[in-house]
């Protein structure tokens, strides 16, 4: 997963670097039946998208936008 918390913005190095060298590593997950107010507990202020996880395989993501716009808070 690439975050903007993992590149460099405007240093103009994104026309060389490829998505694994700037996805963050280890990235938060959430599995698929946990309910969205714990994925919102997870983010906290401190990050603000959580990959969706129904072992072994990454179904998505969820973001602090998804939580705000299904008026969960």
Same mark, same amino acid.
């Given at each position: 997963?690439?975050t &903007? +918390?993992? &590149?460099? &913005? +405007?240093?103009? $190095?994104?026309?060389? /670097?490829?998505?694994?060298?700037?996805?963050?590593?280890?990235?938060?997950?959430i +599995?698929? =039946? =946990? /309910?969205a107010? *714990?994925?919102?507990?997870?983010?906290? +202020? *401190?990050?603000?998208?959580?990959?969706?996880?129904?072992?072994?395989?990454?179904?998505?993501?969820?973001?602090?936008? =998804?939580?705000?716009? $299904?008026?969960?808070?």
């Amino acid at each position: 997963m690439a975050t &903007c +918390g993992g &590149c460099t &913005c +405007g240093s103009g $190095a994104f026309d060389t /670097l490829l998505a694994g060298q700037v996805a963050t590593r280890g990235p938060r997950t959430i +599995g698929a =039946d =946990d /309910l969205a107010a *714990k994925a919102l507990e997870i983010m906290e +202020g *401190k990050i603000t998208s959580l990959i969706v996880v129904d072992e072994p395989k990454a179904r998505g993501v969820i973001h602090l936008h =998804d939580i705000l716009r $299904a008026k969960i808070i």
